[in-house]
């Protein structure tokens, strides 16, 4: 099949699993390891888009199921797809809904057909199939699709996440079978099985038989303890095409960036980052620093002094801090700029770590000299 989204190994690294790669999409080639930042709504929150290039974002990931509920797939097409819709040029990956259906709305049943739920925000009953997820798709014109999946919540009892992983298998297919468009758009399927390695066995050849340009890691990030994330990684990782892009789905913090990319992960994306920036929650070369704490009022230095962001190079703490107790909305745009701006230059030492067979060492040096991220 013509895939619109290719890999390119560049190098692996001697120290680890790691790998330096390339994405090349219809709208543009992507550095990996990446971070992809998360605008949901088709923005990421208070930023624009000439500020995500200014910092070299190539990609960003935006949601089936919220732009299915608002303002509506048929609008954004009507408008040009989402790149036109948002001013947005570069690579877009939309999730495929199924995450979001269980994290946000109640009244849902899943049935071999789809996913019936209630709209969280008008209440209305809706249903997704894998169908209408690659119809949403197919109108908002991304350039990497997933497949509508189910995300077994955790802990979860191993005989509901082998149903859970076949029937996410059938769907997968499903997907496979009404995907129109494989020349502009890539569709990437979501390995699922829980924290069981026999069942993430199960779901990877399951879905490594059907070919796709990509394959992501779904069912982490859901509340299990890190280890056990990295344990699933162990097995899972060595099990997907090495020439295809690898995914790992919904995670963000520093120290799982630097973990996930030692695993062999090529893409990632997180909420996190601009989620804690909206309340003065900062990632800097210190660790954490919530920069609206009264510890900072009267400091005149900047966020992170090791950072050269337009944030760090203007603005001091005690002003982002007065920004944030004022709800000032300036505030929430620069601890935001910082927090994606950290994560893209983390990525970019990542990439030349590996690129210098040192990754390991990097870890190391960034554990001990940042701080332990707790997430
Ligand atoms: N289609 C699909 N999408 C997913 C998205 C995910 N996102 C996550 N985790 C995000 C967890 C997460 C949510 C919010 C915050 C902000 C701070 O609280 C941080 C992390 N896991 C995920 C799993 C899946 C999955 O299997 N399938």
Not at 198 to 222: C, E, K, M, W
Not at 262 to 285: E, K, Y
Not at 299 to 328: M, Q, V
Request: hydrophobic residues 35%; proline residues 5%; aromatic residues 10%.
């Amino acid at each position: 099949m013509t895939a619109a989204v290719t890999y390119e190994a560049i190098k692996t690294c001697k120290q680890s699993g790691a790998r330096l790669g390339r994405v090349h999409t219809p709208h543009g080639t992507i550095e990996t390891p990446t971070f992809m930042p998360v605008g949901t709504q088709a923005t990421v929150k208070t930023m624009s888009p000439e500020e995500l290039k200014e910092m070299d974002a190539r990609i960003i990931l935006s949601n089936t199921y919220h732009l299915f509920l608002r303002p509506g797939h048929e609008l954004i097409r009507e408008a040009g797809g989402l790149h036109k819709f948002m001013n947005w040029d570069r690579a877009i990956l939309t999730d495929s809904g199924g995450f979001q259906v269980f994290s946000l709305s109640d009244m849902r049943k899943i049935t071999e057909e789809g996913v019936h739920f209630r709209s969280h925000l008008s209440g209305d009953k809706l249903f997704i199939s894998p169908e209408i997820a690659m119809e949403i798709q197919n109108a908002l014109g991304s350039d990497i699709m997933m497949a509508f999946d189910e995300c077994a919540p955790f802990p979860a009892e191993h005989d509901y996440v082998k149903k859970s992983l076949e029937r996410t298998s059938r769907w997968a297919e499903r997907c496979l079978e009404s995907h129109t468009r494989p020349a502009d758009q890539s569709l990437f399927a979501i390995i699922q099985g829980g924290m069981y390695e026999d069942l993430r066995r199960q779901s990877a050849a399951d879905l490594t038989s059907l070919d796709f340009p990509g394959y992501a890691i779904g069912g982490l990030s859901v509340g299990e303890p890190k280890h056990l994330m990295y344990d699933v990684l162990d097995y899972t990782v060595p099990l997907m095409p090495a020439n295809k892009p690898r995914y790992l789905m919904g995670v963000g913090s520093p120290d799982a960036l630097i973990e996930g990319s030692i695993r062999g992960i090529d893409m990632f994306d997180c909420v996190l980052p601009t989620r804690i920036a909206r309340n003065g929650t900062t990632m800097t070369s210190q660790g954490r620093l919530v920069v609206r704490n009264a510890q900072y009022a009267n400091d005149f230095g900047p966020l992170d002094p090791e950072c050269d962001c337009y944030t760090c190079r203007n603005y001091s703490r005690a002003y982002l801090r007065h920004l944030i107790k004022a709800d000032e909305t300036f505030g929430l745009r620069l601890t935001t700029y910082h927090n994606l701006y950290f994560l893209q230059n983390l990525m970019k030492n990542v990439r030349q770590a590996i690129m210098d067979d040192r990754l390991l060492d990097f870890r190391d040096e960034f554990f001990e000299q940042y701080g332990l991220f707790n997430n």
